[in-house]
T-cell receptor, first 110, second 112 residues
Framework: DAKTTQPPSMDCAEGRAANLPCNHS???????VYWYRQIHSQGPQYIIH???NNETNEMASLIITEDRKSSTLILPHATLRDTAVYYC???????????FGTGTSLTVIP | EAGVAQSPRYKIIEKRQSVAFWCNPI?????LYWYQQILGQGPKLLIQ????????DSQLPKDRFSAERLKGVDSTLKIQPAKLEDSAVYLC??????????FGQGTRLTVV
């Protein structure tokens, strides 16, 4: 399974875009990139996933580089409620197993 | 739609005692996971079920941990005997295969 590298922490001003990077240089060709977040004292929550193309949903956008070795999660207008730990985790979508690293702790500042 | 239900929310036991956690996944979700999350770390997969069969239990410490999923619905995770290092949050998740996982709120276990 691919390993991931994420910055341990980031700050973002409320209302600004938060860009969270993830390196997954050993990702396999059939592995999707999933992003989850975990708000304090809650279980992780699914945000978005993608294979090759950029994806957007009501929560966020996902930009995947052409070589698929890295991706960026974009929260377009961060709010205080977006303060959480964000995890990227490659998954084959057949084994459907999610392996989480230590993630990025995002703090949205008023 | 009801989410993944877990109980209890909190549990404090002494070392060498036994403890059990219960999980009720989202209706219709064939895949069920148990994760262990130690403070400051990401969740670590312990075991994955597909219906009532085990897909992966390679990271389950089988000398003290056991899990079952009777009839492919509810699941229980047991620790016997508990050690201090088992203090963690135990998360249950379920998914429609192959799709995103939905997590419960977890059970916080403290072993003293």
């Amino acid at each position: 399974d691919a390993k991931t590298t994420q910055p341990p922490s980031m700050d973002c001003a409320e209302g600004r875009a938060a860009n969270l990077p993830c390196n997954h240089s050993t990702i396999s060709g059939n592995e999707y990139v999933y992003w989850y977040r975990q708000i304090h004292s809650q279980g992780p929550q699914y945000i978005i996933h993608g294979l090759k193309n950029n994806e957007t949903n009501e929560m966020a956008s996902l930009i995947i580089t052409e070589d698929r070795k890295s991706s960026t999660l974009i929260l377009p207008h961060a709010t205080l409620r977006d303060t959480a730990v964000y995890y990227c985790t490659p998954d084959s979508n057949t084994g459907n197993q999610f392996y989480f690293g230590t993630g990025t702790s995002l703090t949205v500042i008023p | 739609e009801a989410g993944v239900a877990q109980s209890p929310r909190y549990k404090i036991i002494e070392k060498r005692q036994s403890v059990a956690f219960w999980c009720n996944p989202i209706s219709g979700h064939a895949t069920l996971y148990w994760y262990q999350q130690i403070l400051g770390q990401g969740p670590k997969l312990l075991i994955q079920f597909q219906n009532n069969g085990v897909v992966d239990d390679s990271q389950l410490p089988k000398d003290r941990f056991s899990a079952e999923r009777l009839k492919g619905v509810d699941s229980t995770l047991k620790i016997q005997p508990a050690k201090l290092e088992d203090s963690a949050v135990y998360l249950c998740a379920s998914s429609l295969k192959p799709q995103k996982a939905f997590f419960g709120q977890g059970t916080r276990l403290t072993v003293v």
